[in-house]
């Protein structure tokens, strides 16, 4: 049973440009949450899709933005980068809460991006 | 707005010795808990979770967490640390019904002495 993967694992970009970070959720799963977790913090949300639209976002600028596909994947953008946009970035899947499911998130091992 | 408070940044203990993590949360009722470990280089994994019933819940690993609501705290417990027990902690609430976004703590590095 393949789990939560992302690609790349690793990415070097320089300020202004514009990055581009893969999700495959678990099998099965239909939501997918990206989260930004800076160094020595814990993750931060940033955004959720279900059913192919984004349904919550966290407190992060419209830079960032997103898509999923009508496979359940994901991508997670961000334009004109920032030295502060260093971070890992980790994609978590799950299956639909506002359908009554209890599903804890199953996390990828994350996309670690470095902007210098 | 719900927070999460892991007041230990760092936590030393010594192999076969026990082990509890701080968890305090501020919500206005009780949300759903969870802890997660981190490896180097990993995402996150799930050890346990509560959401009703026995306020005691055992995970994996292990582990085991007590839900106390009058201390708004969910610490996470083992009784005896292997090495490879080495990694970071974060403890996450998530609101009942809804979205159910987790809000995760900033975490507790546990480092393991032989």
């Known amino acids: 049973d393949a789990g939560v993967t992302q690609s790349p694992t690793h990415l070097i970009k320089t300020r202004g440009q514009q990055v581009t970070l893969r999700c495959s959720p678990k099998?099965?799963?239909?939501?997918v949450s990206w989260y930004q977790q800076a160094l020595g913090q814990g993750p931060q949300f940033i955004f959720q899709?279900?059913?192919?639209?984004?349904?919550q976002r966290g407190n992060f600028p419209d830079r960032f933005s997103g898509h999923q596909f009508p496979n359940y994947s994901s991508e997670l953008n961000v334009n004109a980068l920032l030295l502060g946009d260093s971070a890992l970035y980790l994609c978590?899947?799950?299956?639909?809460?506002?359908?009554?499911?209890?599903?804890?998130?199953?996390f990828g091992n994350g996309t670690r991006l470095t902007v210098t | 707005a719900q927070s999460v408070t892991q007041p230990d940044i760092h936590i030393t203990v010594s192999e076969g010795a026990s082990l509890e993590l701080r968890c305090n949360y501020s919500?206005?009722?009780?949300?759903?808990l969870f802890w997660y470990v981190q490896s180097p280089g990993q995402g996150l994994q799930l050890l346990l979770k509560?959401?009703?019933?026995?306020?005691l819940v055992q995970g994996i690993k292990g582990f085991e967490a007590e839900f106390k609501r009058s201390q708004s705290s969910f610490n996470l417990r083992k009784p005896s640390v292997h090495w490879s027990d080495a990694a970071e902690y974060f403890c996450a609430v998530a609101p009942r019904g809804g979205s159910y976004i987790p809000t995760f703590g900033r975490g507790t590095s546990l480092i393991v002495h032989p």
């Open positions: 919500y206005g009722a009780t949300p759903y």
């Open positions: 509560y959401f009703s019933g026995d306020t």
């Open positions: 978590a899947s799950s299956l639909d809460p506002r359908q009554g499911y209890n599903s804890p998130l199953h």
């Open positions: 099998s099965g799963h239909d939501t």
């Open positions: 899709y279900y059913e192919e639209e984004e349904r």
